[in-house]
Nanobody, 121 residues
Framework: QVHLVESGGGSVQAGGSLKLACSAS????????MGWFRQALGKEREGVAV???????RYAEFAKGRFTVSKDNDKNIMYLQMDSLEPRESGMYYC???????????????WGQGTQVTVSS
């Protein structure tokens, strides 16, 4: 059974950075499609970035140039480096696994519990 745990969230000021981590157990992330998602209060969950099993990446438009997703297959951890954060990006950030290389949450079957990111102005 796949189990995902996010960490690294916290509070930063606008323009600051955070690095999130997603630790996986019960599977080998090198063979999975894995994605980062976020959900602001009262809004729908949206895709941030996805990495496939050969290292290919896809980012949402808002993430390009500011966010970087990476994987450490030896440690079974996926990361999300977020720079130049804005207050409107506050919310819960989740990682998830999929069998499809997509930014659509409907294709993802296993989710972590999320980590809170708060960006203050």
């Amino acid at each position: 059974q796949v189990h995902l745990v996010e960490s690294g969230g916290g509070s930063v000021q606008a323009g600051g950075s955070l690095k999130l981590a997603c630790s996986a157990s019960g599977t080998t992330i090198s063979i999975m499609y894995m994605g980062w998602f976020r959900q602001a209060l009262g809004k729908e969950r949206e895709g941030v970035a996805v990495v496939d099993n050969d290292g290919s990446l896809r980012y949402a438009e808002f993430a390009k140039g500011r966010f970087t997703v990476s994987k450490d297959n030896d440690k079974n951890i996926m990361y999300l480096q977020m720079d130049s954060l804005e207050p409107r990006e506050s919310g819960m950030y989740y990682c998830a696994t999929s069998r499809v290389f997509s930014l659509l949450s409907a294709f993802y079957s296993t989710w972590g519990q999320g980590t809170q990111v708060t960006v203050s102005s």
